[in-house]
């Protein structure tokens, strides 16, 4: 069945350091990749997604890359800050029986940016 | 306010009792979306409507679990014979191209 796997489960870096996270998803009809970022006790935001027709897309310090070879699509933040903190999961589309799609979502990264 | 809106946000309920959880989606949103997620864990896709039709439910989805969405715009999602491991945020979302997220309903099962 389908499966989104994200690793790591737990991050922590200096403020102002890079932060990647990594996911693999399992069907190779998933086409749209968002990655949303949850504060404590708060809604999941979206912050960035991509489609599988790119590569790779840039919003100032964050970014996304998607390599469908090997169905892996990672999110990269730059120059973290404080404010970066939170749990950030991926998520991947899936077709349904009914031609359409659901989302199938990572089981989430805690970011830590340390002062 | 044009967000995702979910209420109640928070349920207190006893084991064996019904509830009820209400989701209004962003009004030009076709596409609505309910999760239920666990501390740690990320969204677990429960159920999923097209306007009013539910196109997919997940097979994990017990048979006390039911959700309407009768005119394509608000749904409710309800609980029959609540057990203690149904204690959970239930999340709606909606979307049109890109997905948002309700504030969600916390439920804890007594």
């Known amino acids: 069945g389908e499966n989104v796997e994200q690793h790591p489960s737990t991050l922590s870096v200096q403020e102002g350091d890079s932060a990647v996270i990594k996911c693999t998803y399992s069907?190779?009809?998933?086409?749209?990749f968002p990655w949303y970022k949850q504060e404590l006790g708060k809604r999941p935001q979206l912050i960035i997604d991509i489609r599988s027709n790119v590569g790779e897309k840039k919003d100032q310090r964050i970014a996304v890359t998607l390599n469908k070879t090997a169905k892996h699509f990672s999110l990269h933040i730059t120059e973290t800050q404080p404010e970066d903190s939170a749990v950030y999961f991926c998520a991947a589309t899936a077709p349904t029986t009914s031609g359409t799609y659901k989302y199938i979502f990572g089981t989430g990264t805690r970011l830590k940016v340390l002062a | 306010d044009t967000g995702v809106s979910q209420d109640p946000r928070h349920k207190i309920t006893k084991r064996g009792q019904n509830v009820t959880f209400r989701c209004d989606p962003i009004?030009?949103?076709?596409?609505l979306y309910w999760y239920r997620q666990t501390l740690g864990q990320g969204p677990e896709f429960l159920t999923y409507?097209?306007?009013?039709?539910?196109?997919?439910k997940s097979r994990l989805l017990s048979d006390r679990f039911s959700a309407e969405r009768p005119k394509g715009s608000f749904s409710t999602l309800e609980i029959q014979r609540t057990e203690q491991g149904d204690s959970a945020m239930y999340l709606c979302?909606?979307?049109?191209?890109?997905?948002?997220f309700g504030p969600g309903t916390r439920l804890t099962v007594l």
């Open positions: 069907d190779s009809a998933s086409n749209y």
């Open positions: 979302a909606s979307s049109f191209k890109e997905q948002f």
């Open positions: 009004s030009e949103h076709n596409r």
């Open positions: 409507f097209q306007n009013e039709a539910q196109l997919e």
